[in-house]
């Protein structure tokens, strides 16, 4: 049985779509991820393009979505969310997991990097948790 994801921030531009990339990337078939934000920008951040572009995942396929353009694929074994704190809605799920990462907007690439390269660990933790 497939798990569902998902991975929520504020805009939907940076950390939850790395995760969405990442989810998929280790999960494979097995996976179905999916993110949102809580007032999604409208894009994605061309450092996270560019960031797991780097790692050969073509992140400028994604969108930038609201948790409305989501919650018809509810419930979800787990919904991960990152710093979006109050405005962070409930939504369907056997699990909530709240990771603390910075938003790396604004970071420099070396920077934004070690927060991908985090977001990694934290998926594969959670996967093999799942």
Partial sequence: MK????FVCIENSNR???????AKILGGEDVEAY???SKPSGIVNPKAIAAMKELGYDLSAHDSKSLDEVKEFAPFDAV???GCGDACP???AK???DWQIPDPKHMEP???NEVRDLIKEK???LLSEL
């Fill in 110 to 112: 070396a920077q934004f």
């Fill in 90 to 92: 409930w939504m369907p």
């Fill in 16 to 22: 939850s779509q790395m995760s969405q990339a990442f």
């Fill in 3 to 6: 798990k569902k994801l998902l």
């Fill in 123 to 125: 998926v594969q933790a």
């Fill in 95 to 97: 699990r909530f997991v």
């Fill in 80 to 82: 991960v969310t990152m």
């Fill in 35 to 37: 993110s949102a934000g």
